[in-house]
């Protein structure tokens, strides 16, 4: 077994970074982050497409096996070297199962891993920015429901686009590498609306409902701390505000980075 040696916080800076950095005609991905209120109002709002949809990412971490004694090539699952993503099993798979609760109304949600085996790959791909290239991204609607405090993994190797979720053993068809990113983005053009106040504000009411429904079925207290985040009243503020506050939410309670992919704004 081959750990690439860097943290999810690592690799999804650099997968974000380098998306920002795409030179798609006519395309641009903007990351929504928690720490937007410390950048600067008009840098930040004038890289905002015109017309947007929204994707939702948790980075994950993926493990190389190629040895004969691998589980899934002992067992013959697979004849050959593969990758294994874990799920994080803290109280009973709770993060997965929010995360396949927010993927019933919001297709574009995924688990993004890399599919690369050592840092010096990793450092590669980065400075010849084909990291995005180098990744795979699982959908969650794909994803089996999980109700138990198992360790769970989700497997794939490098080149294939399906993917197997254990301990079922379920095999799935579809997941995207990263050099098919950009026609997924493409591929979501008749979804895409205009950035404005309205669509902000849609966002985070969406959001907010989400998280109140997840909390009274698991009936769990809601820390004072997360209470704050959830008393705020999108009218009364700016397009810039609620989406900081959307990405907040998103990032305390599923884990997740929100990207906006659309139109490029002009020049």
Known sequence: MVAIGISEFTFGFAFLYEQTRQNWPDLVAVPVLPSLQQEADDA?????????????????????????NAKYIEDQTYN?????????????????????????????????????NTIENFNNAFLNQVLTQNSRLIPLQECDDI????????????????????????RHDRSFRGKDLEGLYRGRRGSWRHVDENFSTELFEVTSREIRTLVQEEEREVRFPQVALLQFDP??????????????????????????????PPA
């Open 44 to 68: 930040w709002d004038a890289h905002l497409p015109l017309a947007a949809d929204d994707f939702y990412y948790q980075f994950k971490l993926s493990e190389y096996l190629y040895r004969p």
């Open 147 to 170: 109700n138990n405090a198992s360790q769970h993994y989700i497997t794939y190797q490098e080149g294939v686009t399906g993917w197997i979720q254990h301990s079922e053993g379920k």
């Open 80 to 116: 050959d070297s593969y990758y294994r993503m874990g799920l994080h099993k803290r109280d009973n798979n709770r993060q997965h199962r929010r995360l396949k609760l927010h993927a019933q109304t919001h297709p574009n949600t995924f688990y993004v891993a890399p599919e690369m």
């Open 235 to 264: 009218r009364q503020h700016t397009r810039r505000a609620t989406l900081n506050r959307t990405s907040q939410l998103l990032s305390v309670f599923f884990g997740l980075t929100l990207l906006l992919v659309g139109e490029r």
